[in-house]
């Protein structure tokens, strides 16, 4: 019987979370898709908790079974925010699959480079997107129309370039070939460049 009331609780979070962040994304000003549906994911969490509370016949659980339903729901709400508001507003792949259903269904493969330069970041306002959220994670400030890392952005770059080169694959599989080119992207960037700024 308790095991249908935490289904019951869940399920309650579940519409929560969903009701949440349609709210929050309709009505309200979001600066950061990613922290928006994590916000969504605590309050309706939170509301989830005050319901199991105040529904007589969901408040059987005890407060360490409380606590744990409530950790479950926050990972739940991570999950989510994560993986599909998240994901469909960030991910390349999405957009490759929604460009080929815009333009009918098929595009040449020789042409893809122009699709991305030409279309993609101007369609997704992708450099303004990118620069908004490392602005609003702290890690770039951005003075006298110069783009520049602060020291926390210095820690997590220095971190994913140190696990980009030692915990990625070495052989992945790109268009046909293994490769260990994305293990150092800038292998082959060009050395003297006309956009830096001190």
């Known amino acids: 019987m308790k095991y249908i009331k935490l289904l ?9 979370l969903l009701v949440t962040y349609f709210i929050h994304i309709k009505f309200f000003k979001v600066g950061v898709v990613f922290y928006s ?9 939170f509301l989830a908790l005050i319901i ?22 926050l990972l739940l709400g991570y999950s989510f925010a994560i993986s599909v508001p998240t994901v469909i507003d960030r991910s390349l792949s999405f957009y490759i699959l929604e460009k ?9 493969l020789a042409d893809f480079d122009q699709v991305f330069t030409k279309e993609y970041v101007k369609e997704h306002r992708l450099v303004d997107v990118r620069l908004t959220e490392q602005q609003q994670s702290g890690t770039i400030i951005i003075q006298n129309g110069c783009v520049k890392l602060t020291a926390w952005g210095q820690t997590l770059a220095t971190s994913s370039r140190f696990f980009r080169n030692h915990f990625l694959p070495k052989q992945r599989l790109l268009m046909g070939t293994y490769s260990d080119d994305l293990t150092d992207p800038f292998r082959n960037s060009p050395v003297n460049v006309d956009y830096l700024c001190r």
């Open 37 to 45: 549906a994590l916000f969504d994911a605590v309050v309706a969490s």
């Open 52 to 73: 199991t509370y105040r529904v007589k016949w969901l408040r059987v659980f005890t407060s360490f079974e409380t606590s744990q339903l409530l950790l479950i729901w």
């Open 100 to 108: 080929l259903q815009q333009r009918g269904g098929g595009i040449k």
């Open 8 to 16: 019951c609780s869940t399920l309650c979070f579940g519409l929560l």
